[in-house]
């Protein structure tokens, strides 16, 4: 029998507490109602859903939001700041995600479950009129069914979304600065992404779920004035452009970090013996951080993280030049929607002379060199494999490069470990002492058109030198 929408809500308002495995995420943004907002975390909180991740976005709010996750120092709008909820609650690993603004939330209990159960990727709470009756005639009803009704025009006060469809799209776009239509556009890139029916849908009861201070006419926009009018005549052209495009919009803040390894677990090749765990061996490197963080793997320290440095023990289990490798790209992978950019360097050999030009970097993989050649009497002595010893002679000029400096985008360097790693898989048994031989195969053979090394990477190369211009010091 099918139930009527009085029916729909008393059922949802009745279900027993629900499933905690639902991954749920819930974002405030709050910018200068210290009052409107309190009365609204206070709301939430009682309707909380089991195991659910709250977290708070302060968008420069002149008293400052007690206990906010994030605090912007400068008013950066709605798209800023909802996509700094996104960020922090995908990064918590949440799987349905509602954003609420700070004059918005929930009165019943389950209000989550008809968005979470609806086949819909992405929702808002969407009223037509005033709770006090007078008409808007700026939204109208086009579709309904059991579970959603379709509008053609939303509200923004209340949004849901399950990560697939940012995973697709990204955030909302920040070309929409502080305030108007930054919300619209995201449903219409979710919409045209083939993800949703309609541009903009509610389910159905949704108004005995939510209390909203824009429906009540309880709360003043911060967005008032000459302000408000030259942003909505800006903000509608930009709107009108993108109605048609599903383009990705990042959202997630990227940041570039140093990567380093410390391995004492298994035995050294060059040295025929195991290093003996010394922290005071990576003091040089750490001491000589500049902006960017070091992140340490290692299978042998108890170090606490600071400000400047990340540990990160791993497991160890195969020739250390290759392990290292290994270890680098598992964690360039898990941490992929962190990182752009990143060097990985010698832990040991290598100190930071001045902060890496990271925006001079583009598409190009920066190594360390040496003043030796290829076909320098080490490297083809160590290095037996067939492959390597005929790259040898047919390169045997070419300017010797060094492994102990690597770095690019993300992308470039997992790409360029990917087939070192590769080659090790191919060749595992003969591939010689260390990681020199497929290091500069692959970085000869594969990437001679985008290398960038030479003084300005690095220093020359045991010379113990210190200068103004290299970014490293290597030995």
């Not at 053609?152 to 990204?170: E, I, N, Q, T």
Request: hydrophobic letters at 35%.
């Amino acid at each position: 029998m099918e139930m009527n929408k009085q029916q729909i809500i008393q059922a949802i308002q009745n279900l027993p507490e629900a499933q905690s495995d639902y991954n749920i995420g819930i974002g405030i943004t709050e910018h200068n109602r210290p009052e409107v907002f309190s009365k609204t975390l206070e709301e939430i909180k009682k309707f909380l859903p089991p195991n659910a991740k709250l977290v708070i976005v302060d968008d420069a709010s002149v008293k400052p939001v007690p206990n906010a996750d994030y605090r912007f120092n400068t008013n950066v709008g709605i798209a800023a700041a909802k996509n700094k909820c996104l960020e922090l609650l995908c990064l918590a690993g949440c799987e349905h995600i509602f954003l609420f603004d700070s004059d918005t939330y929930p009165i019943a209990n389950n209000w989550w479950v008809p968005y979470i159960e609806s086949k819909e990727p992405h929702l808002n709470y969407i009223f037509v009129n005033f709770s006090d009756k007078p008409t808007l005639n700026d939204t109208k009803e086009i579709y309904r069914d059991g579970e959603i009704i379709a509008y053609d025009h939303p509200r923004g006060c209340m949004l849901y979304y399950h990560r697939s469809a940012l995973d697709k799209v990204g955030g909302m776009d920040a070309i929409f600065g502080k305030w108007g239509y930054e919300h619209p556009s995201h449903s219409d890139r979710i919409f045209m992404a083939g993800m949703t029916s309609f541009r903009y849908m509610d389910v159905v009861g949704s108004e005995k779920l939510f209390y909203s201070g824009d429906e009540h006419r309880s709360v003043k926009s911060t967005h008032l004035g000459a302000e408000r009018t030259k942003s909505i005549q800006r903000n509608k052209e930009l709107y009108e452009q993108r109605k048609f495009t599903d383009y990705y919009f990042p959202f997630i803040e990227k940041e570039n970090i140093l990567l380093t390894s410390y391995f004492t677990g298994v035995v050294d090749p060059q040295r025929k013996e195991k290093w003996t765990a010394n922290f005071e061996q990576l003091q040089p490197l750490i001491k000589s951080l500049k902006n960017t963080k070091l992140v340490v793997l290692h299978d042998c320290l108890e170090q606490p993280d600071t400000d400047k440095v990340k540990f990160v023990k791993v497991e160890t289990s195969i020739n250390p030049y290759i392990q290292r490798w290994v270890s680098y790209r598992e964690y360039l992978t898990a941490n992929r929607d962190l990182i752009d950019k990143v060097f990985c360097i010698d832990a040991t050999d290598v100190e930071v002379l001045k902060e890496p030009e990271w925006d001079l970097i583009n598409d190009r993989l920066v190594v360390g060199d040496e003043k030796e050649i290829v076909g320098c009497n080490w490297l083809v002595n160590n290095h037996k494999n067939i492959t390597l010893q005929s790259f040898f002679k047919e390169y045997s000029n070419r300017q010797l490069y060094n492994a102990g400096i690597l770095g690019g985008k993300l992308s470039t360097v997992s790409e360029f470990i990917r087939q070192m790693i590769d080659f090790y898989t191919y060749n595992s048994t003969d591939f010689g002492t260390t990681d020199m031989g497929i290091f500069n195969y692959i970085a000869h053979t594969n990437w001679q058109d985008r290398i960038l090394s030479g003084r300005e990477i690095c220093t020359e190369f045991k010379a113990e030198e210190r200068n103004n211009l290299s970014w490293f010091k290597h030995k």
